[in-house]
């Protein structure tokens, strides 16, 4: 039990705060890096590599298109399935294999990179998705090549979902991070371990709470912003949009009509003649 | 300049299969814009999408200006696609890059570089009378103007082809006629080959040369419109010129008159009934502008007595006539 009348109390309930949320950064930082680097290739790879997108056929081979994407697709759905606790333990030997040792906060980043991998990917796949097909269409019909369209017309148009989609992985990487003084790691879930659970220190745990709290606040926040700021909705050029579409309707230059004429299925004119 | 050559391409398998293209073969000459017309899966997207391979067809070749485009692939095909381009319905810009980033993009791909680049897009803009909003972003322009870049992106890296895919059905009419007088400006300038699909009779009114009818996948009529309009019994020629349905008349035919380059200033009905001593009744008339000139087409009641002679007069002045077979009115019924 820690007396909170003690004079020492507070000296060292903030260095203690400032030690585990340092280590919470550092290890969220570099896991959330290193997954972003991995992830987003990976998240574009495994739609492109459907049949009909645009890496269908790597290397000219469509066997290698569909079964990098099956190999894929089943990794990241085990990768999904295991839960933390078990991966975590799981991964001991690796990670003693790649840094020399599993104890302590810079290995415990390894798991949390391996967690947050999976999730990522499926957070750049749905962002990947929703570009418009039409606009690979237009890149393919000019010619441009695979390097090209990810460059110029897939990642402009993912880009605020992914920001957004990056927000949510940090949350998460933050929620397992609680986890990782199983294998010794250190950050505020720690802290509220060692001292708000064992040695019942409830101010301790109020103060975790709140950190972290503000902590993934301040990351939406940021993150929300850029993904506007990313997708063109700069305020001054959402007020000039709403400009012209005023203007447009005042003049009757409104080019889109109300109700567009039927599109033509952009491929396979599957549905069945009128006539 | 275009040679689509018995070209099928069916999607599916066994008893769901859906023929797209049955057998289809066009020929599209240097310089002309040619429009493909038909309703809404009739096949013609898909025609379209085999001139540059976004589809590739099951069977027959496409040719375009003597490259086999059905045998390309990878950097060869990307190579021949820089010579074609293509405009879309629905435009087909990426929303969050400007107005210019679009135009450049066409040119990234061909490999041109830096201040040459923007350079090129902007002389791009200009050509569609849009290099005041370079800087904009698509979301800030209305849908004619979105379709100016959309024109500009296709024709940036200075291809002998443009495909049009419906590039005006979304517009109003106002717009679309602007469109596509730019697009027949565009051509005689640059000295393009466009083809062009869509479902508007309107549209191959006002800029094509040549035309194809297609319905369920097979091409039923094609040939310059200049042609197909005093061709008896033209399915595209009755399209242009719409004189309703024909009805029987008890006692009387019903005979079709073309005039190409309206020769209408002469008063060839009322010569008819003069000469004839008839009663010649107009069920039906429309005076167009097709291809550049003036075209019209008359449908008249011709008693049944004097149908041969006037056909002849009518034939002797040089005039298209030929006699149209109202359907039984049952037959009708069953119709509609």
């Not at chain 2, 450049?104 to 061909?110: G, H, K, P, Q, S």
């Not at chain 2, 380059?261 to 502008?289: K, T, W």
Request: aromatic share 6%; glycine share 10%; with cysteine.
């Amino acid at each position: 039990m820690i007396d909170p009348a003690a004079p020492e109390f507070w000296p060292q309930l903030f260095a203690v705060l400032l030690e585990g949320t340092w280590e919470t950064l550092y290890m969220t930082a570099i896991a959330m890096a290193i997954t972003f680097i991995v992830g987003l290739p990976l998240g574009i790879v495994l739609v492109g590599t459907e049949p009909g997108r645009f890496l269908q056929a790597p290397l000219g081979q469509r066997w290698l298109g569909r079964a990098i994407n099956a190999v894929l697709g089943f990794v990241v759905n085990l990768g999904r399935s295991v839960p933390f606790i078990v991966l975590m333990i799981a991964l001991i030997p690796f990670t003693r294999w790649l840094l020399g040792s599993f104890i302590g906060t810079g290995p415990a980043i390894v798991p949390l990179t391996l967690v947050a991998i999976p999730f990522f990917v499926r957070v750049v796949e749905i962002a990947v998705r929703e570009v418009d097909a039409g606009l690979f269409e237009a890149a393919e019909s000019l010619g441009a090549s695979r390097w090209l369209i990810v460059r110029r017309v897939l990642l402009p148009q993912a880009w605020p979902a992914i920001a957004l989609g990056t927000a949510t992985t940090v949350t998460s990487i933050i929620n397992f991070s609680a986890m990782v003084g199983v294998v010794g790691g250190g950050g505020l879930g720690n802290v509220a371990l060692t001292y708000g659970m064992q040695r019942y220190s409830a101010l301790h745990i109020v103060f975790v709470v709140i950190i972290l709290f503000v902590i993934v606040q301040v990351v939406q926040w940021l993150l929300t912003r850029l993904a506007r700021r990313l997708s063109g909705a700069t305020p001054a050029a959402s007020r000039a949009a709403r400009r012209t579409e005023r203007a447009a309707l005042d003049l009757d230059d409104a080019s889109i009509v109300t109700a567009p004429a039927p599109r033509e299925p952009a491929r396979g004119d599957t549905d069945s003649p009128t006539r | 300049m275009i040679t689509i050559d018995h070209v099928s391409r069916r999607f599916g398998d066994g008893p769901d299969a859906v023929v797209a293209l049955d057998d289809v073969s066009i020929e599209v000459k240097r310089g002309e814009i040619f429009g493909v017309v038909g309703q809404s899966g009739a096949g013609k997207s898909t025609l379209l999408r085999t001139v540059n391979a976004l589809e590739r067809p099951d069977s027959g070749t496409v040719t375009v200006d003597g490259t086999v485009i059905t045998g390309l692939e990878g950097a060869a095909l990307r190579q021949a696609r820089h010579k074609i381009g293509m405009v879309f319905q629905h435009f087909n810009l990426v929303g969050n890059r400007t107005v210019s980033q679009n135009v450049e993009f066409a040119l990234e791909a061909v490999g041109v570089k830096g201040d040459e680049r923007r350079r090129r897009a902007l002389e791009m803009l200009d050509l569609v009378g849009l290099g005041h909003r370079a800087n904009d972003r698509p979301a800030q322009l209305s849908g004619g103007q979105r379709q100016r870049v959309g024109i500009a992106r296709a024709l940036a890296s200075e291809p002998d082809v443009l495909l049009s895919d419906e590039a005006t059905s979304a517009l109003d009419p106002e717009t679309t006629r602007q469109i596509l007088d730019l697009i027949k400006r565009l051509s005689g300038e640059l000295g393009l080959t466009v083809l062009l699909i869509t479902h508007e009779m309107d549209v191959v009114k006002r800029i094509c040369d040549s035309a194809a009818l297609m319905e369920r996948g097979r091409v039923v009529e094609q040939g310059r419109l200049a042609e197909l309009i005093t061709t008896p019994g033209s399915r595209v020629a009755a399209e242009l010129f719409p004189v309703g349905e024909p009805h029987r008349i008890p006692g009387h035919s019903i005979v079709d008159i073309t005039y190409a380059d309206l020769s209408a200033d002469r008063p060839v009905i009322a010569q008819l009934a003069r000469d004839f001593e008839i009663d010649l009744s107009i069920l039906g008339a429309a005076i167009e502008n097709v291809a550049g000139v003036q075209a019209g087409r008359t449908r008249l009641a011709v008693p049944d007595a004097s149908t041969t002679q006037v056909l002849t007069a009518l034939r002797a002045q040089g005039i298209t006539a030929w006699e149209v077979q109202a359907p039984d009115v049952q037959a009708q019924e069953v119709t509609a």
